[in-house]
């Protein structure tokens, strides 16, 4: 008699049921009721993972809080991302440039004045900043870029600045100023449109700062006040061969084996193009040093060495704790977005079912 799982043979195809000569089953048996076990563990794995698909549909459907990581393998987030994951292509894994214009969602924190994962010494003076996901933010490569976001009220032009760990594509986490420029803050999540702004207007000369810590031996520089992102930096001292730094997710550009003593020419080029050389940097670590070139748009005023007036940024990339309000609602953009914007492509909201009450996403760093 069996137990009618397996059948009489041992599943090596040894032979017909052994017994023992006391009647227990024989090696066979052992074999054949260890493989019925295998097939009841499997029905259970089976059984947990349909059990762990329905609770994460459950939690997709409102339940789990907007600063919640999304189930891997799931669903694709809303926005540009998962319209790329839908059609079989990768999400996105650069800066957003020239005049694509993606859509997503917005939600916002505070930096509380630190100038993010750009290491930056302080937040812009007028507030206006994001921080852009892995992705986007693309291991530094979209740091001192700048970004036209849509939103139910209008566009605000914000500096990309800080890196937002568990944002997918699609998803710009703004200053808390320039989310209500584009929406009711109490709505805490909004879907919106967003593109790169192509040679925006420079506020001035680029600025260098050489890291503490470096010296002949060691370089590192921090350049600012470029517009749009930077492809590359060379260094040189003197009248000898032009060196190209390393970017650092950080976004300080380093030599690791150091370019002398200085003073140093400084070329730079963003990813459009534009190239200019700034002279008569000096090793001079912690402080921020003005040229006297603009990127583009002509020559600058003459140049002056200011003080940051900040705490030296660390070197390690430390992402500032975040308070991010969380939604209870997902309002569309309007046509208050440029006509070119809105021509080009309308914002669209959200995927995701959003609702319950706001929650405090502060642990979120």
């Not at 540009?80 to 996105?92: F, N």
């Amino acid at each position: 008699m069996t137990d009618g799982n397996v059948p009489d043979e041992p599943l090596d195809g040894s032979g017909p049921d052994r017994r023992t000569s006391d009647g227990r089953p024989g090696p066979g048996r052992r074999r054949a009721r260890t493989a019925g076990r295998r097939r009841w563990l499997a029905a259970g794995g089976v059984a947990a993972l349909a059990t762990v698909l329905g609770l994460s549909l459950a939690l997709r459907s409102g339940a789990a809080p907007a600063c919640a990581a999304p189930s891997v393998g799931l669903a694709a987030p809303a926005g540009a991302g998962s319209v790329a994951l839908a059609a079989g292509r990768p999400p996105l894994a650069a800066p957003p440039t020239g005049g694509t214009v993606h859509r997503g969602k917005a939600t916002f924190y505070d930096s509380k004045g630190a100038g993010g994962n750009c290491s930056y010494p302080s937040a812009p003076a007028n507030r206006l900043y994001v921080a852009l996901g892995p992705g986007e933010y693309s291991a530094g490569a979209a740091c001192g870029g700048y970004l036209d976001v849509t939103g139910p009220r209008g566009t605000v032009r914000v500096l990309i600045m800080d890196q937002c760990p568990e944002c997918a594509p699609g998803h710009v986490d703004l200053s808390r100023e320039a989310f209500a420029r584009i929406a009711d803050p109490v709505q805490g999540i909004v879907g919106v449109s967003y593109r790169a702004a192509v040679d925006p207007p420079l506020s001035g000369p680029l600025t260098f700062r050489i890291k503490e810590g470096a010296s002949q031996y060691w370089f590192a520089v921090l350049v600012a006040e470029h517009g749009n992102p930077l492809r590359t930096v060379e260094v040189r001292q003197g009248s000898g061969a032009w060196r190209t730094a390393a970017r650092q997710d950080f976004n300080y550009w380093l030599i690791d084996s150091g370019a002398g003593p200085g003073p140093y020419a400084v070329r730079v080029t963003d990813v459009y193009g534009h190239r200019v050389t700034a002279t008569g940097i000096t090793m001079s670590p912690g402080r921020v040093q003005r040229s006297t070139v603009k990127m583009y748009g002509g020559s600058a005023p003459a140049a002056r060495t200011a003080a940051s007036g900040r705490p030296p940024s660390p070197r390690a990339s430390v992402t500032p704790s975040r308070t991010t309000a969380s939604p209870s609602a997902v309002a569309a953009p309007t046509s208050s977005a440029p006509p070119e914007v809105a021509a080009a492509s309308a914002p669209a909201a959200s995927a995701e079912p959003l609702a319950g009450r706001p929650v405090d996403c502060a642990s979120r760093s």
